[in-house]
């Protein structure tokens, strides 16, 4: 039977076919469906992890075990996880043990767009990239035996494209392959006289693995025109085969650490011109050329951003003048924007008062206080710095006696992963740093996953619920400097901020509010909304400033929609003439 599947979608049935029996991960973009789709089948546990490195450890445990496991994360979850995964490329698996890096070329949902093929080479470990949703699943069960045939975690990159792009999967019924004996093993304990040991086994797997690369399924030669010959990889082949179809030979590379070396060899050797094709960074382009093969790469192909087929006509086509597909009109540019409705906006537009305050921001939809009006964010760095960097930057402006306040801000699902050690930090180093954790109740920006305080599993279990106020108590926050509050209460928001402005130790504002876009959220508050009395106002634009979208100014006057109001009442509680009405109650 065939269906539509995403590749996310696909690489969670190929875990199913090829009898995976622990999945773990961090919800990230563009990663996150793969593990939502996971725990459809209930013969995988399937959980939702605190961190990157949390789920890598479970896997690895999982493998060691004797049971076949899959971790799955965004690129830069791979720099929180790289640290299991560089010992465990040493240690070897017993179970087949598969790590996901999705990366984001384009940088559609991320702070960078790292080219993650490199950490194959780095940690010594195999590496496969499959190029569509059926390679998606057939690469995922021929990675597990890979993995048990060369005792070695394997790294399957994808990115956004294959990820979120839809394409027919033949699929299969799941083969149980059974969980293999434990036997305690001196390999899996990595003192350093045992480090030195396997690392010269790894590099004798590493030898083995590149003899198999050469006749290795997921490497293959297409042949066409031989006066183009095209050495491609993931997505690429995609847009490639697209521009330039049998007018060139293809070599399609599916297993992409080690590289084939005798079959790039003679590929080269048999065509006039070697063109490499990939995206981002020169990694198949630098090892080609190291082989002593000469062709054309990033000097004609852009090193930023996602490929497409138009990009690659025009750099490698541009004199026979190629037309594409061409669309008539462009979509308007949407700016991200905090949703009308945000708990977030209560608490930014009252720190966007205080004109020396630093906001240190952190990873989720909270980095949007970047945002005009508000525009209060100063850094983003990655996951928990926004803690983290407020206190580097709170020691400097004590040394240099600058006035004003640090605020880190920080949102629950990440505080659980990275934010609880920059909080500890905080207490013990005595930082004068106010942090305020945004507790919204879920993991909104990836699409409202589950975490440790929303009392539910990914498998839907009812759990324990893990309290913030006792975790920030725990770590050595005096009660006294604890505020908790809801923050579409302005006064109560104000007076947490003033007085943690005013705070000369650690100071926690817990600001708990669920997503406005939770559906039982958005079902409590439909049919209510905000309105404006035309009588009563004066035209300020106060409201706006609030930097709600659902306020605009147009035909020169204010309006509210009230198909995307919630009824917070923010601006009501702004406007100083009582034009701004709740109804709907």
Avoid at 217 to 236: H, Y
Avoid at 556 to 567: A, H
């Amino acid at each position: 039977m065939k269906t539509l599947m995403t590749g996310n979608e696909a690489v969670a049935r190929g875990a199913y076919e090829a009898g995976c029996t622990v999945a773990a991960a961090y919800p990230g973009t563009p990663s996150t469906e793969i593990l939502e789709n996971m725990a459809n089948y209930k013969e995988i546990y399937s959980e939702w992890s605190t961190n990157e490195k949390v789920a890598l450890e479970v896997v690895c445990g999982a493998s060691i075990g004797g049971a076949r496991a899959l971790a799955a994360m965004k690129h830069v979850g791979l720099n929180v996880a790289a640290d299991p995964m560089f010992t465990i490329a040493y240690e070897g698996v017993n179970g087949g043990l598969i790590i996901v890096s999705a990366d984001d070329p384009g940088c559609h949902s991320s702070q960078n767009e790292q080219d993650n093929r490199f950490y194959a080479p780095f940690a010594k470990i195999a590496m496969v990239e499959p190029a569509d949703s059926q390679e998606c699943k057939d690469f995922v069960k021929f990675a597990f035996e890979l993995s048990e045939k060369f005792d070695t975690p394997v790294l399957f990159r994808i990115t956004t494209r294959v990820c979120h792009s839809k394409g027919l999967v033949e699929l299969g019924e799941r083969v149980e392959a059974g969980i293999k004996e434990y036997k305690k093993n001196r390999k899996y304990v990595m003192i350093p006289a045992m480090a030195r040991e396997r690392h010269v086994i790894v590099e004798e797997k590493l030898i083995a693995l590149e003899e198999y690369s050469n006749n290795c399924p997921l490497n293959r030669i297409e042949w066409g025109d031989k006066r183009i010959g095209i050495i491609t990889s993931g997505i690429s082949y995609q847009h490639a085969r697209e521009v330039f179809g049998d007018q060139a030979s293809y070599l399609k590379i599916g297993l992409s650490y080690p590289l084939p070396d005798k079959m790039i060899k003679k590929f080269a050797a048999a065509v006039e011109k070697v063109y490499v094709i990939e995206e981002n960074d020169p990694y198949l382009e630098k090892h080609v050329k190291s082989l002593g093969i000469e062709c054309i790469g990033k000097d004609f192909i852009p090193i930023c951003n996602e490929l497409s087929p138009g990009i690659i006509r025009k750099a490698l086509l541009q004199a026979q003048k190629q037309e594409g597909y061409s669309i008539e009109q462009k979509a308007p540019s949407r700016p991200p924007v905090l949703c009308a409705g945000c708990p977030h906006r209560g608490v930014y537009y009252t720190l966007s008062k205080y004109k020396d305050v630093v906001v240190t921001g952190d990873i989720g939809c909270y980095t949007l206080g970047m945002v005009p009006p508000i525009g209060v964010t100063d850094t983003v760095i990655c996951m928990g710095a926004g803690i983290s960097a407020g206190i580097g930057m709170e020691k400097v402006f004590a040394k240099t006696g600058r006035k004003g306040k640090v605020f880190g801000c920080i949102g629950d699902s990440t505080f659980f992963h990275s934010g609880i050690t920059g909080l500890i930090d905080a207490v013990y180093n005595k930082s004068n740093i106010a942090i305020c954790i945004l507790d919204n109740r879920i993991t909104a920006m990836t699409g409202h996953q589950e975490n440790p305080g929303t009392g539910k599993t990914l498998m839907g279990e009812d759990t324990v619920i893990v309290e913030i106020e006792k975790i920030v108590k725990a770590v050595g926050i005096k009660e006294e400097n604890i505020r908790i509050i809801t923050p579409y209460n302005l006064a109560e928001t104000e007076q947490a901020v003033k007085e943690a402005y005013e705070a000369t130790e650690p100071f926690v504002i817990i600001s708990k509010q669920p997503c406005a876009l939770i559906k039982e959220v958005q079902k409590q508050r439909e049919n209510t909304y905000c309105i404006i009395d035309r009588e009563k106002c004066k035209k300020c634009k106060a409201c706006m400033k609030i930097g709600c979208p659902a306020i605009a100014f147009k035909d020169d006057r204010l309006t509210i929609d009230k198909d995307m109001c919630n009824g917070c009442t923010l601006c009501q509680q702004v406007c100083k003439f009582e034009a701004i009405v709740k109804v709907g109650e």
